[in-house]
């Protein structure tokens, strides 16, 4: 073990032997904390192909899958034809249908005040290009309970849950 030592000691510098010790220390500290930030089930991280962040999926009656049209209506995740609030095809004006963001969001989660539909980004996702949308509101906190997003909102609202919606353009 001492031979271990002298050897390092003679091909490394101070500075250098202290640079090695601090990374080990942040990987060390900052290992567990990482790990406990992005593991899976915390916020779903993975659950819209193209997000990799920790904003969970807006309340869908397919959730997590949160497929929406241009309008924010809600769509099959699969399919992309327009459902109800069960689930179901939406055939006819006598089902209750909500917008994702503006209808349901707003009546799950009250305290969120008026929510819309905020910043779009686009990531290509099975061949073809995926725009992800967030829901903003004014809430401090967002729906998997951490604090929310500033930045990608407009006027002052945060993130609060993404959907997603299919271009059917390739990418």
């Known amino acids: 073990m001492e031979q271990l030592s002298v050897q390092l ?3 490394t510098s101070r500075r250098s032997f202290l640079g090695r010790c601090g990374i080990g220390i942040v ?13 899976p089930g915390r916020a779903e991280a993975h659950h819209i192909c193209g997000h990799t962040y920790t904003t969970n999926s807006c309340p869908h009656p397919y959730y997590p ?3 929406i049209d241009r309008e924010g ?15 179901n095809i939406y055939l006819s004006r006598e089902q209750t249908r ?5 209808g349901t969001v707003r009546r799950r989660y009250p305290f969120t005040g008026k929510t819309t539909m905020g910043g779009i980004w686009s990531r290509c996702c099975h061949g073809q290009i995926r725009h992800l949308t967030d829901c903003c509101s004014f809430s401090p906190t967002r729906i998997n309970g951490d604090m929310s997003l500033v930045g990608y909102c407009h006027h002052g609202r945060r993130v609060f849950c993404v959907m997603y919606r299919d271009t059917n353009i390739p990418c």
């Open 9 to 11: 000691a003679q091909r």
């Open 73 to 87: 209506w809600p769509l099959h995740p699969k399919y992309g034809y327009p459902i109800d609030i069960h689930g």
């Open 98 to 102: 909500r917008r994702v963001c503006q």
């Open 27 to 39: 990987a060390l500290v900052g290992g567990p904390f990482v790990a406990q930030a992005l593991r």
């Open 65 to 67: 899958h949160t497929r």
